[in-house]
């Protein structure tokens, strides 16, 4: 449930996000638009009407982009265009997600492991556990399980280490297999919108008898808008997909060679009992 609220909050930053700064933009728009007025009246007579249509023409042939997403979305179509942008939605939220998750399980295992080892010279397992319990992330989690049956011996540690270690990867990259999945579905949405607007552009050709620009035009125009439309979608959560990946390699590495230490650091306890 933590999850899924997570992912709800935000996808609901996105979307405040996406509209505070479309009506922004509006606003700014809507302000460039208005004719300049003066703070006199002789300055106001000196601008001619024919100025004014000007000035508000060229603000006009300058759309923002805002406005030029907005109208290449359209052009693509709903259909296939509101599908991508669902995929570039929910892949970012799950890439959000992973990566706040992440950054709350990265955790200093050289600090963690002199706390754990002063823990079991003043206090024993016990003050060792304590310690593991207070500290947040899968490192932490793996000590717990090692300390919690150091009572059966070093290799019985060993293997519990290693299982639960598993355990924690696969936690680490939960939701990985989806954000896959919106990269490689995108581009296939694009995909079969250009196989679409191609269709209907040899049937226009059918219809008319003869092969004209403009007749074409318009269905390979909106063929290669989906298309890029896919492809852009698919390379931002290709980068973050790389990212959490890349992440995942770097704790899951700490989490080994921390693992070896604290192997080693009650060996050491051990010998000393």
Not at 242 to 269: F, H, P, Q, R, W
Request: net charge negative; glycine share 8%; charged share 20%.
């Amino acid at each position: 449930m933590k999850k899924i609220y997570a992912i709800l909050v935000v996808f609901g930053m996105l979307l405040l996000v996406v509209s505070a700064s479309a009506v922004a933009q509006d606003e700014a728009t809507e302000e460039e638009m208005q004719p300049t007025t003066t703070l006199s009246e002789e300055q106001t007579e000196e601008i001619t009407v024919e100025e004014e249509i000007v000035s508000l023409d060229q603000e006009q042939a300058r759309p923002t982009l805002h406005k030029q997403i907005k109208a290449k979305f359209i052009e693509g179509g709903a259909s296939f265009m509101g599908f991508i942008l669902l995929c570039l939605i929910f892949g970012l939220a799950l890439a959000i997600e992973r990566i706040i998750y992440l950054s709350l399980a990265t955790t200093n295992t050289d600090k963690l492991l002199d706390k754990i080892e002063d823990a079991l010279e003043s206090g024993g397992v016990e003050a060792a556990k304590e310690v593991c319990r207070n500290t947040r992330g899968p490192v932490a989690s793996i000590f717990y399980q090692g300390l919690d049956r150091i009572e059966h011996g070093i290799d019985v540690v060993e293997k519990s280490i290693i299982s639960y270690g598993s355990v924690q990867t696969g936690l680490l990259e939960k939701n990985l297999s989806w954000i896959s999945l919106f990269i490689s579905i995108s581009p296939m949405l694009g995909f079969m919108g250009t196989v679409i607007g191609m269709i209907m552009a040899f049937e226009s050709i059918q219809q008319h008898g003869d092969v004209n620009a403009s007749i074409v035009a318009g269905p390979i125009g909106v063929a290669l808008i989906t298309t890029a439309s896919g492809l852009i979608v698919a390379v931002i959560l290709q980068l973050f997909y790389n990212y959490l990946i890349t992440k995942i390699d770097g704790i899951v590495n700490n989490m080994e060679d921390a693992s070896i230490s604290l192997i080693d650091l009650l060996i050491k306890y051990n010998l000393k009992k």
